[in-house]
Every structure is written in C-alpha cells, then in structure tokens.
C-alpha cells in the first residue's frame, strides 16, 4: 500500500475512525507478523496482536507521517518481542560487530533474500533469516521484508545507519553464502517461468 493511502488511514485512525484501523492493520500486519516471527518464533500471533493493542490506545499521541508510523510501529513490535523473549527467558545478544571496511557488495545477496521471500516458500525462508545472529536477522527483516529504509531501521533497532548497513550486509552475505539457498537458487534456475523466460540465477 502507498504512503498516501496509509497516510489517509492514518488520518483518520487519529481522529477515532475504526475503519482507518483496520486499513492500517490489513496494510501492516503481514509485514509485522513476518518480523516477530524471526524475533519470537511460535508467539509471533499473540505478539503481534499485543503490538496492535499497544499501538491503538498510544494513537492518539502519535505525530508523523506514514513512514513515521512505519518505524513508531515496529519498534512497538520489537520492544514487545524483546518482553516475550525475556518472559521465555532468552537473552539477547545485542553487542555491535567493528568492522573496518563497509562497501556495498550485498546486492547479488539482497537477490537471494528476495527471491527466498518472494518464493512460496515464505516459512522456509523465515525460518533460515531465523537461524541468522539476531541483529543481523532483524536489520535483514526490517530492511527487506518490512521494506524500511536504513534511517528507518536504525531508528527501529535504536542502532547508528552504519551498525544497520553492516548487519544487513553481513547477514544477506551470509545467506547467500549458506548451501541450502545455494540449492534453491539452482533449482529454480534450472526451471523456466511460466511465461517462458528464464529464471536469472546469482
């Protein structure tokens, strides 16, 4: 959905219209879900739901735009995955990698995220963005998933753009690197498309 059709949802959301809601709901809530299944696994459904809750009554203090409310959502969405993963009584690895270099070489494997994603192959794909670091598996989520851009995604993660880029690039690099989207990658280039062309491989 457009910023546009989520911003006049949004609009009237703030001023008490409860199909606003709802459209910000349909909107979002696929992209929402997805994230809190990397972060929480199983409770993703309950989660989600205590998102939407929290999200409601705080409405009437949200100021913003619609990508705004993007990030104000989803770091409602983490902090609550961060309770639940507390309630189950995981820790949290959050420490920051250094690096020295940071170059944009991620995009052959920002394909591999996408394709796994678009693929009708959604959990399988969830389930191995999963199995990433967990700050690499979210900045990989909220950027290509959730569709945020890196400014964003910092915002979400309360992380510097420069922390965002590395633990995306690192985990699309990793993902394109484990056998398992290696495999899928060339069985699906070795089949056409419906529509007759090819199916470009990395």
Known sequence: MADEEIAAAL?????????GIAVLWRALQPAVLRYLRVVVGDAAEDVASETWLQAVRGLH???????????????????RGIDERRRQGRRREDALELVGEVADRSAAARDVAQDAIEANELKWALRLIAQLP????????LRVVAGLDVAQTAQVLQKRPGAVRVATMRGLRKLAADPRV??????????PRTDGAPVEGV
Request: glycine share 6%; no cysteine; aromatic share 10%.
């Open 11 to 19: 609009r009237a959301a703030t001023s008490g219209d409860e199909s």
């Open 61 to 79: 203090t949200f100021v913003g735009d619609a990508r705004a409310f993007r990030v104000w959502l989803f770091r409602i969405a983490r902090h």
């Open 134 to 141: 967990p700050d690499q598996g979210e900045a990989v989520m």
């Open 182 to 191: 290696q495999e899928r990658r060339a069985t699906a280039s070795a089949f």
